[in-house]
Each structure stands twice: as structure tokens, then as C-alpha cells.
Nanobody, 113 residues
Framework: QLQASGGGLVQPGGSLRLSCTAS????????MSWYRQGPEKQRELVAG???????NYADSVKGRFTISRDHARNTVYLQMNSLKPEDTAVYYC?????????WGQGTKVTVSS
């Protein structure tokens, strides 16, 4: 129901833009977020966008990543700049409507020279 894309291999210092679109069956979305899970690490919140405009970021990505959303397209984006090897992970989008959470399938980001 959520389709994520945009991952890939990028050199340190490079940029990527992830996107995640919800199917038409999902509407009136409250929060849209991005999580990631690195090798042998727990899944962590990277960035969140709250209905009404608020955003929050993990300290490790502040100033480098930007989350945005397109309400009309039910899509959330994650612009990632100045990527570091420690950003290597599978990135998952999450959307919440009331008490229901939807997850994307994950898109892999590898930062390596």
C-alpha cells in the first residue's frame, strides 16, 4: 500500500531523494515519517512530518536531511544531502491514519566510495 523508491549507491558527500506514495485506499493521513535500519542496528526514526506542518529529525541528520510531503499525491519525500557512510541503511516510510500505521517495503541506501 506504500511504495518507496529512490535508494541506491552514492559516494560520501552525495545526495539522494527518497519518495513514498500511498495507494488511493489510504487517505486523510496524519503523520508521514521515514525510519531506517542499518546493518545490525535497530530501526530508528529519521524524520517525521506531522499533519499541520510540524517536522522532527534525528540529531544525526539535522541540517542534512529534509522531509516534505505532497498532500494531493499522498507522497512523502526525504531529501538527503551530505550523505555519510553511517547513513547506509534500509529506509522505510511510515504513514499513520488515526491508530493505523502503514509501512513501505524499504529502499536501500548505500553510502560508499
Amino acid at each position: 500500500q506504500l511504495q518507496a523508491s529512490g535508494g541506491g549507491l552514492v559516494q560520501p558527500g552525495g545526495s539522494l531523494r527518497l519518495s513514498c506514495t500511498a495507494s488511493g485506499r489510504i487517505f486523510n493521513i496524519d503523520d508521514m515519517s521515514w525510519y531506517r535500519q542499518g546493518p545490525e542496528k535497530q530501526r530508528e526514526l529519521v524524520a517525521g512530518s506531522i499533519r499541520g506542518g510540524g517536522t522532527n529529525y534525528a540529531d544525526s541528520v539535522k541540517g542534512r536531511f529534509t522531509i516534505s510531503r505532497d498532500h494531493a499525491r499522498n507522497t512523502v519525500y526525504l531529501q538527503m544531502n551530505s550523505l555519510k557512510p553511517e547513513d547506509t541503511a534500509v529506509y522505510y516510510c511510515n504513514m499513520r491514519r488515526a491508530r493505523t500505521h502503514y509501512w513501505g517495503q524499504g529502499t536501500k541506501v548505500t553510502v560508499s566510495s
